[in-house]
């Protein structure tokens, strides 16, 4: 049985950043790329970091119920394709959406199971200072993004664990316990030990 598991925090958190180093250090772990109308960032490729679609064609498959969750973020549209995560999941992967506390509300009523994950910054200053170290925005749209953090935050208390992100190591490790402490859940090893259990009992 494959866990679903969504990770979110506002914009400047580190969040992935931090999910991809728990890939890379955790098997049979993996994200879902997720559809978006926003440009490509430098360095993000299509079909790794995102599904990089026009406004019409996220509207077609929105339309054809062929997202899980989908939401506003900005001025752009990101949405997580549904056949794509149940794909996933079918080969027992474990699988991790990152998304907004909007976007984890919907997939919560498809997959009740799922795990909530929060992250905050360690405090609002340090929050702004990553936010403009990143040099990728103007000013205007750093104290944007900061309002809309601060309406993001309000929501912590919809997850299930919150992580905050002062020292990226710890919360690298944090993140890493909460993935291995559901894998050893009796439901996911009753499944996983099925023929030591018939041998031992």
């Not at 679903?4 to 992935?16: M, Q, Y």
């Not at 599904?51 to 973020?73: H, L, T, W, Y």
């Not at 990553?130 to 919809?158: C, F, K, P, W």
């Not at 993935?179 to 090893?189: A, E, G, M, W």
Request: overall charge negative; aromatic content about 8%; some cysteine.
């Amino acid at each position: 049985m494959a866990n679903l598991f969504i990770v979110a925090a506002p914009s400047g958190c580190g969040k992935t950043s931090l999910v991809k180093a728990l890939i890379e250090k955790t098997k049979n772990l993996c994200v879902s790329v997720s559809h978006t109308t926003r440009d490509a960032r430098p360095g993000e490729e299509h079909g790794k970091n995102y599904f990089f679609v026009s406004k019409q064609e996220f509207d077609q498959i929105n339309q054809e119920n062929g997202f899980i969750e989908s939401a506003q973020v900005f001025d752009n549209y990101y949405g997580s394709a549904k056949q794509t995560v149940k794909d996933l999941l079918d080969t027992g992967t474990d699988v991790i959406l990152e998304i907004d506390w909007q976007g984890a509300r919907q997939v919560k009523e498809s997959f009740t199971n799922a795990i909530g994950i929060f992250i905050l910054p360690p405090s609002e200053s340090a929050l702004r200072e990553r936010l403009t170290d990143r040099g990728q925005d103007d000013q205007s749209i750093v104290d944007r993004r900061m309002r809309d953090a601060v309406s993001e935050m309000q929501h912590y208390n919809e997850f299930d664990y919150l992580v905050i992100n002062d020292d990226f190591e710890v919360a690298l490790e944090d993140l890493s316990k909460i993935i291995h402490t559901h894998r050893l859940q009796l439901s996911q090893q009753t499944i996983r030990y099925q023929s030591l259990l018939n041998s031992l009992i």
